[in-house]
Structure formats: C-alpha cells, structure tokens
C-alpha cells in the first residue's frame, strides 16, 4: 500500500513537471529588423502561440547565436527539447504545432504555390539584404556597382512577379489568408524599411493596397521596426 501510495505521487510529480515544460514559451531569436524573424513571429502571433523574443544582434563580437544556430544566422526557435532553424523550417513546425488556422495549404498545389510564394518573398529580402551588407563591409571605392545593380534587377524581378501573382485579388493565394501574405508583406515591410527611396508603391499599386491590409493586422503592428 505504501508503496502504491508512493508510485501515485511519483507519477503525479512527474506528470506535473511535463506539464510545467510544455506551458513553457518558446523563444524566438531574431533581431527587430529582420524580415525573416518578423516573418516567423507573425505566424506564431497568427497562430496565437506564446513566444518569448530574445534579440541578437549577430554582428556583434558578443553574440552567442552560434550556440543556438552553427550558421549564425537568425531566425531560431528554442524548445524545451531543442532548436529549430531556418525561417520556412520554423514556420512549418508552428503552423503544425497549432493544426487551427493553417497558413500551409494541404493540399499539394496550393501548398506548392504559397510555399513558392514564400521563396519568392525570401528571395527579394536576401537580395536586399545583400546590397545592404556590400556598403556595409566595403569601402566607398571598392563597393561592386555590378554586384549592387545585379541585386536591384532580382528585386525588381520579385516585385514585378509578386504584384503578378496578386492580381486584383484580396490574398496572395487568392481564397485566404496564408503564409504567402505574411511572407511577402514581412518582405514589402523591410523594402520600405531600408530602401524608402524604392518606388514599388507607385509602381505596383495593388502591392501598396495589399500591403496596406497587411499592416491592418494586430501581427503585423506589433512586429513593426
């Protein structure tokens, strides 16, 4: 009997302590600038997950992403039982966490486009992010016209593709919201962030009323630089 007794409050205690490490947030690394993070951090406050967002700044000689991240890039999500990197990884696993409003279409085609749609989205931050980081590294002369010139054709190849896709529809996957919405206004976002001198709002108006819409969201307000 005792030892029954004993059994039933190791087993309460233990289910106790798993249940204290599921309630736990999960963190969010990233920094407040970068369109992927803020990508990620839409989805979980879409999916009305609890987070926790640590900021780093991956450019200072202090930062310890690497202890989360061996690439040493940012977006990455911590667990109770690991880390999860990448953006489009990380917000495939909380679109599946939280099977209630998916922003991952199911079925294959429509889950090819958002997720192209996404690429596509990734694709123009890293171009921009890129031309960022060639005047940030290099000095005034020995920055590469050619290289900065080849990064604003993908942007502009991304936009023109981009308000294609649009159209005159309210979604980028046309019959709802997803992450195709999330991905390009997250990248719309850092354009007007870091290139305001950009004219895609007067060139693609659809994309300036879709990003207006987006902007509309309490998810996109908060994680607003």
């Not at 490490?21 to 997950?49: C, F, H, N, Q």
């Not at 207006?212 to 994680?223: C, E, I, K, L, V």
Request: hydrophobic share 45%; net charge positive.
């Amino acid at each position: 009997m005792l030892h029954a007794s004993m059994d039933s409050h190791r087993n309460r205690a233990v289910y106790l302590w798993l249940l204290n490490v599921s309630m736990l947030p999960m963190k969010i690394i990233g920094s407040l600038t970068s369109p992927y993070a803020r990508k990620v951090r839409i989805v979980a406050i879409e999916k009305k997950l609890e987070y926790e967002f640590v900021k780093e700044d991956v450019w200072s000689p202090d930062t310890k992403i690497a202890q989360q991240n061996p690439l040493g890039k940012i977006p990455a999500l911590v667990l109770d039982d690991g880390v999860v990197f990448d953006s489009r990884v990380i917000v495939e696993y909380l679109d599946s966490r939280a099977p209630t409003i998916r922003l991952i279409p199911a079925g294959n085609r429509e889950r090819t486009a958002v997720r192209t749609l996404e690429a596509l989205a990734d694709g123009l931050c890293d171009a921009a992010i890129s031309m960022l980081l060639e005047k940030k590294f290099h000095a005034e002369g020995a920055v590469s016209q050619g290289w900065l010139d080849r990064q604003a054709k993908k942007i502009d190849a991304a936009l023109a593709t981009m308000s294609h896709s649009l159209g005159s529809s309210q979604w980028m996957n046309e019959r709802a919201f997803s992450l195709a919405d999330i991905a390009c206004g997250a990248a719309l976002g850092y354009l007007e962030l870091r290139f305001p001198e950009n004219t895609w709002k007067r060139t693609y108006p659809n994309l300036s009323d879709f990003y207006d819409r987006m902007m509309q969201r309490p998810s996109f307000q908060a994680t607003k630089a």
